[in-house]
């Protein structure tokens, strides 16, 4: 297993809110999305309700192409643009508009293949640096 960078002490922080069931898969999820774009940046948010961890490659929380969402009872795993995923055995939830999510039960979940295969898809259409489409090209040139 490829290593992954540790978590920021904010999100640390954060995720002690909750049992240390969630506190585990949600930094399981994290290092997962980690090990399979290693040079994102992530963008840690917290609400009334749980914490979320964004990833993109821009920097951007618009660009994000995934999310580890906890909260109190679950882990998510989301895509931002999860509507334009490869996903025949309809395993993704809509989460309203183009984004989708799957409930994570436990860290086994993160090495399902299929899973793995949606974050990588997700990855292959995430706007890079520079790209004209990405949200942070968008604000430059305003």
């Not at 009334?48 to 994000?64: H, I, K, L, P, Q």
């Amino acid at each position: 297993m490829p290593p992954t960078r540790p978590a920021p002490d904010s999100l640390i922080q954060s995720l002690g809110a909750f049992d240390a069931t969630i506190q585990r898969l949600a930094l399981a999820a994290r290092a997962a999305v980690i090990r399979e774009a290693p040079d994102a940046a992530e963008a840690i948010g917290t609400g009334a309700d749980g914490v979320s961890v964004t990833f993109s490659f821009t920097g951007d929380t618009d660009d994000a192409f995934v999310y580890v969402s906890a909260a109190a009872e679950q882990v998510e795993l989301g895509f931002s643009q999860g509507a334009t995923l490869p996903d025949p055995h309809k395993k993704l939830l809509a989460d309203g508009g183009k984004k989708r999510k799957m409930k994570l039960v436990g860290a086994i979940d993160l090495r399902d293949p299929y899973l793995v295969g949606l974050v990588q898809a997700a990855i292959a259409k995430a706007p890079r640096e520079g790209s004209p489409k990405s949200a942070a090209a968008k604000k430059s040139a305003k």
